[in-house]
């Protein structure tokens, strides 16, 4: 598609929808917006705003629209398959000054928010009223980027992923058209499922500009552990009798040796350089925690496990968790010369002990350094690799792993995308992935967005 390079006239038409001093085209500024956190190239926009407010949106993308000038929303750049990048240019609406929580409605066990709200802020304002918005991606992701990418993270296992807590959404169409879809109710049979469409659409069929979350109780009582291996197999072994028993872990991670080995080096956690199970558990009462840890450590004493260390409540619990959170950092520092890609599939539980391994001996064959960590529980592999900067053979090498890695993932019945979207580096995954009704998204994307303006070059091939 041919889009529209904008002039300093578009500019000027621009701020008049918006105060002027929310509309930049300074160099910084379009750097900060040309690129997330992933490895793929960088692509400065043409202009960045800021909208205030639905009606800003709206007057926006209808102006872009008649312009046919590409237009991308941005939450926080935290996306990791180059998602937000503005590769046709145009405008990037950065959601930053909508970031505020509108209703908190308790006893509904629900929050209206506006998309540019950071997930950890939302969750402190509503510890005081004892629930929470579990999704975790980890990253501080906007809830807007977290519902475009319908995110996930470590205790998806247990309570789902972002497309499980959208109960209603204002969205701003490509023609500058505002809609609500969704409703307040806990359930509904009224329809297409139009609010399911947008989650995970990446911000190619509309912008939400508005949003309203299902909540759930914050956990009077917390429970972790930390299970060491001798093999990835017998973790994997434990893992799946974990989920069979019916115990329902909050979390489930499974790391590789490699990973622990960062650990020890910037936490001392003096663990055993081997897989490693990080467990968390959440109830009512700690005795009744103390029970579910003892069936975890016979069950994993079964699967033939060299050592069992439980932290019981919340301050242990975070310092265990602390270590997982922070990962993709230690590697980034690890390997000061090098870029990372991380590589997202996932799989049936019956093929998640032959992905993981054969994540970390991919990685080890190539001699690139790699990282596999996971959300065992729901079959979910990362591949942390870390490849030198301007080394062309290092970066073949990774597109190698990540190629074998998720055509292996879809043999299985798997994903090529578990939690980290489509963007610009899974797209060429779609067809072999959905076959002929990748032909079926594409006549939606073009009902929604005929001129095609709202994030292209993202999803399809």
Not at 199 to 206: A, K, M, Q
Not at 336 to 363: E, H, K
């Amino acid at each position: 598609m041919n889009f529209t390079p904008m002039t300093p006239s578009h500019i000027e038409d621009l701020a008049r929808i918006v105060s002027s001093d929310r509309v930049s085209t300074g160099s910084s500024v379009l750097d900060l917006h040309a690129k997330d956190q992933s490895q793929h190239n960088p692509v400065r926009p043409e202009v960045v705003i800021w909208p205030e407010s639905r009606d800003e949106v709206a007057a926006i993308v209808t102006y872009a629209e008649n312009q046919r000038i590409a237009i991308v929303g941005w939450g926080s750049g935290s996306s990791l398959e180059g998602n937000p990048i503005p590769v046709q240019r145009g405008i990037v609406l950065d959601f930053s000054h909508m970031n505020k929580i509108l209703a908190i409605k308790t006893e509904d066990f629900q929050v209206d928010v506006e998309p540019g709200l950071i997930y950890q802020d939302l969750n402190e304002q509503l510890r005081y009223s004892g629930l929470f918005f579990p999704p975790d991606p980890g990253a501080r992701a906007t809830v807007g980027g977290m519902i475009a990418n319908n995110a996930s993270g470590t205790r998806t296992v247990h309570y789902g992923s972002t497309r499980d807590y959208v109960l209603k959404l204002t969205v701003v169409l490509a023609n500058g058209e505002i809609i609500e879809i969704g409703s307040r109710s806990a359930k509904s049979s009224s329809g297409y499922d139009l609010l399911h469409l947008f989650v995970g659409s990446e911000g190619t069929l509309g912008l939400v500009v508005e949003a309203t979350l299902r909540l759930v109780g914050l956990p009077e009582e917390y429970a972790a552990a930390i299970v060491t291996f001798p093999t990835i197999q017998a973790a994997s072994e434990a893992v799946v009798e974990i989920m069979r028993s019916g115990l329902n872990p909050a979390s489930l991670e499974l790391l590789d040796a490699a990973c622990i080995r960062l650990f020890n080096q910037e936490k001392n956690l003096g663990l055993k350089e081997v897989p490693t199970l990080f467990t968390e558990f959440h109830g009512p009462y700690m005795t009744y925690l103390v029970e579910i840890l003892e069936m975890v450590e016979e069950i994993c004493r079964d699967a033939g496990h060299l050592g069992f260390k439980r932290g019981l409540g919340r301050e242990e619990r975070n310092r265990f968790f602390e270590a997982r959170h922070e990962l993709g950092e230690m590697v980034i520092r690890a390997h000061p010369d090098c870029g990372t890609q991380v590589i997202d599939v996932a799989v049936p539980l019956t093929a998640y002990s032959d992905i993981i391994s054969s994540a970390s001996l991919a990685a080890e064959e190539a001699g690139i350094p790699g990282y596999a960590f996971s959300h065992a529980g729901d079959g979910n592999l990362h591949l942390n690799l870390a490849g030198r900067k301007n080394n062309p053979n290092d970066w073949k090498l990774i597109e190698e792993i990540s190629q074998e890695l998720v055509i292996k993932a879809l043999s299985y019945g798997g994903t090529a995308t578990g939690e980290h979207g489509v963007g610009m580096g899974k797209k060429g995954y779609m067809a072999a992935e959905h076959g002929k009704s990748l032909h079926w998204m594409k006549q939606v994307k073009a009902l929604f967005d005929p001129k095609g303006i709202l994030n292209p070059g993202k999803i399809f091939p």
